[in-house]
């Protein structure tokens, strides 16, 4: 097997046309026997990594075209790099690893739970993170691979397969972000499943919610607050059962409500530091 070759993301790239601020890397092609695919992946690296021999915490974030650069994006960035640069003179660093989804299998990949809308391959595609990506991760990059470590984190869709995986790998992931999650897709599966699952001991999941989350989504606009209110009540009960499982508010769950705040990647950026600063201290 040929060796992989991680190339600089910008190389080649006009600077003025990219938003990528400091290291970022991508590996290109990379196959997922689980699902059959191939996919680039990207990797951050803090400033500090050139500089030391130190090792660091490792993020698994889904849809990685919205990560970084907005031309990849179709609806604007997270700005995980511009935060992580910011982040290190705080002390907070880690690897994040994007993992960009496949467009019109997204729903598919990003649901664990099979209905009309979704084929259910959540399960196949958390298997290639923890069987394909992570060894590969680990063994290119100085990471901390121990599951204490080790985050997964996304936003509506990605924050449904990330409490998912949180709770379907306790032994890889230690904690999750998960931000505006869709807890409703699959009729509202996932509640049961976490009602007959254990606590998972020694671990933070991040979780919030804008309060008009339904408000760019594709409701008419006599149905955007009732919507919004239904996004908002199904995190809220969330909320409840992590508590009613033994997650204690404030030291292992963080839930924010964003008063008026919409389901896009601009709202997700302004809360990513507060998410990383929770997910990321001792």
Same mark, same amino acid.
């Given at each position: 097997?040929? #060796? ?5 993301? @910008? ?5 003025? &046309?990219?938003? =990528? ?19 680039? =992946? ?7 990594? %050139?500089?030391?021999?130190?090792? *660091?915490? =490792? ?10 650069? #907005? ?14 640069? $910011? ?15 496949? +467009? ?11 209905? /009309?809308? +979704? ?18 991760? %680990? ?36 904690? #999750?972000?998960?931000?505006?999650? #869709? ?5 509202? /599966?996932?509640?049961? $499943? ?12 991040? $979780? ?18 009732? &919507? ?11 909320? %409840? ?5 033994? *997650? ?5 769950? @963080?839930?924010? &409500? ?6 896009? &990647? ?17």
């Amino acid at each position: 097997m040929d #060796a992989a070759v991680w190339r600089d993301y @910008m190389e080649g790239k006009n600077p003025s &046309e990219h938003t =990528v601020v400091g290291t970022l890397k991508v590996l290109e092609g990379v196959y997922s026997p689980q699902l059959e695919n191939r996919r680039n =992946v990207l990797v951050y690296l803090q400033p500090s990594y %050139d500089q030391s021999d130190r090792r *660091y915490p =490792v993020i698994y974030m889904h849809d990685g075209q919205n990560l970084f650069d #907005a031309a990849t994006s179709f609806v604007g960035e997270w700005q995980v790099d511009e935060t992580l640069e $910011m982040l290190a003179d705080e002390g907070i660093e880690a690897i994040v690893v994007g993992i960009p989804n496949m +467009s019109k299998d997204r729903i598919h990949e990003l649901s664990p739970f099979k209905d /009309a809308e +979704s084929k259910g391959w959540g399960d196949k595609y958390l298997s290639f993170i923890v069987e394909t990506i992570k060894p590969m991760i %680990d063994a290119e990059f100085r990471t901390f691979p121990d599951r204490l470590h080790t985050g997964i984190m996304g936003s509506s869709m990605g924050g449904l397969i990330s409490l998912y995986g949180y709770f379907t790998h306790p032994n890889v992931f230690g904690w #999750a972000g998960v931000v505006s999650p #869709a807890l409703w897709f699959g009729n509202f /599966a996932l509640f049961e $499943m976490i009602e007959h699952m254990s606590h998972v001991p020694q671990g933070k999941i991040y $979780m919030d919610v804008g309060t008009n989350d339904a408000g760019n989504l594709n409701y008419a606009p006599d149905d955007i607050p009732r &919507e919004s209110l239904r996004y908002l009540n199904s995190v809220q009960e969330m909320r %409840d059962l992590l508590a009613r499982k033994g *997650y204690k508010l404030g030291r292992d769950l @963080m839930y924010i &409500e964003y008063p008026g705040a919409v389901h896009n &990647e601009s709202a997700w950026a302004q809360r990513l530091p507060d998410a990383l600063r929770f997910l990321l201290s001792n």
